[in-house]
């Protein structure tokens, strides 16, 4: 019989240091990734954080059909963001949504053709966050039966009052899914109960683009 020779240490280990370097090499970010302590935290910065103090009004827009199907949108949204910024910005100040909706419903004002520092000057704020949603709808973009519901929306923040800038200060897009990180959607959840879900997530997302947050390093994604 015949027996094979171990292979000597020095040589595995050799070749298992060649191939982590491979790994961090070729992979980049996401070699790296595996590397890591997944359960680990990042801290992110803010994309725009010169709001301090100042008071700031959350305007959201909607295509007809959007307010057609859902009219609570626009509210819903303004109500969620304003609450997450409010959370986690302590200095700052924030015009509530129920004068916003009234604003957009009840005022004789044109608000939809008025420019944001128009806006700024009837709501008597230093920022106006336009929100313009693109899409709001509890249904899977190719199977409309699938209980996995998409939002998104353009994001411009303007600098009104002294500031007094027509282009936005900050511009961004927030696109989600919900729920996150699942093929099937939710189970034995109603379209109502899903949406609201959904628009506090993406409220999340959208309020994080304006203060430092941490993230674990499993929920980033890839670059």
């Not at 199907?69 to 109500?79: I, S």
Request: net charge negative; charged share 25%.
């Amino acid at each position: 019989m015949a027996f094979r020779r171990s292979m000597p240490i020095e040589r595995v280990l050799y070749g298992l240091g060649s191939l982590l370097v491979f790994i961090a090499a070729a992979g980049g970010c996401v070699g790296a990734y595996f590397l890591t302590d997944p359960e680990k935290s990042e801290t992110i910065e803010a994309e725009y954080g010169n709001i301090r103090d100042g008071t700031v009004a959350v305007v959201v827009w909607a295509d007809q059909p959007i307010v057609d199907e859902y009219p609570q949108a626009r509210y819903q949204v303004c109500r969620s963001v304003t609450h997450h910024m409010k959370k986690n910005l302590k200095a700052a100040n924030f015009v509530s949504a129920r004068e916003i909706r009234e604003f957009q419903t009840n005022s004789s004002a044109d608000w939809e053709n008025m420019s944001p520092n128009e806006i700024g000057q009837e709501l008597d704020c230093d920022f106006v966050l336009r929100l313009e949603l693109l899409e709001f709808t509890p249904r899977a973009s190719d199977t409309r039966q699938l209980h996995k519901a998409r939002i998104e929306a353009t994001m411009n923040l303007f600098e009104c009052g002294t500031h007094n800038r027509l282009d936005p200060a900050f511009d961004s897009e927030v696109r989600i899914t919900y729920p996150p990180k699942r093929l099937h959607g939710a189970q034995n959840t109603n379209e109502a109960d899903l949406l609201h879900q959904a628009v506090e997530y993406f409220s999340e997302v959208a309020a994080r683009k304006f203060y430092a947050h941490e993230i674990k390093l499993q929920d980033k994604p890839f670059r």
